[in-house]
């Protein structure tokens, strides 16, 4: 098929609908597996999943400690379970599927699919709030955060 242009970025995205959605889809087709695989084989049995190597270790939660959890409670529609389990990982959630939808529809668009682009102070805001978030939970006051 041809070419369509972008009229607000002005660019050119080669081929017809299907290749154009190809990379979205796929994408949200692997981390649907993914729900799937977590929905299906309940973390919090042991043997099925490697242990936090932190948490082992240490006692200490990271800051990905209970994201199996949640993903779990999310993928059996329980939203609260998915929050007490790990409340960053369901907003992480979140702005995939905001992020994954812009895509979608952009690339259905013939628009530009390029993400947004991250400069170093978001990423270093991102690690703070990674590092604040760690912190927190592991403080006695943060308790309602731990796992």
Do not use: I, K, Q
Not at 1 to 9: L, N
Not at 20 to 49: C, I, K, M, T, W
Not at 124 to 129: A, D, E, I
């Amino acid at each position: 098929m041809g070419t369509v242009t972008d009229p607000v970025a002005g660019s050119r995205m080669a081929g017809g609908l299907p290749r154009r959605l190809a990379a979205p889809l796929g994408s949200v087709a692997a981390v649907a597996a993914a729900f799937a695989l977590v929905g299906a084989v309940d973390p919090r049995e042991p043997g099925h999943y490697p242990v936090c190597p932190l948490r082992h270790l240490t006692g200490l939660s990271c800051p990905a400690c209970g994201g199996l959890r949640s993903a779990y409670a999310v993928a059996h529609g329980d939203l609260g379970a998915a929050l007490h389990a790990n409340v960053l990982a369901v907003a992480g959630y979140a702005v995939f599927a905001v992020l994954a939808g812009r895509w979608l529809l952009r690339a259905a668009r013939g628009r530009r699919t390029a993400g947004p682009r991250l400069g170093a102070v978001h990423w270093w805001t991102l690690s703070g709030l990674l590092a604040a978030f760690t912190v927190v939970r592991n403080l006695p006051f943060g308790a309602g955060l731990t796992p």
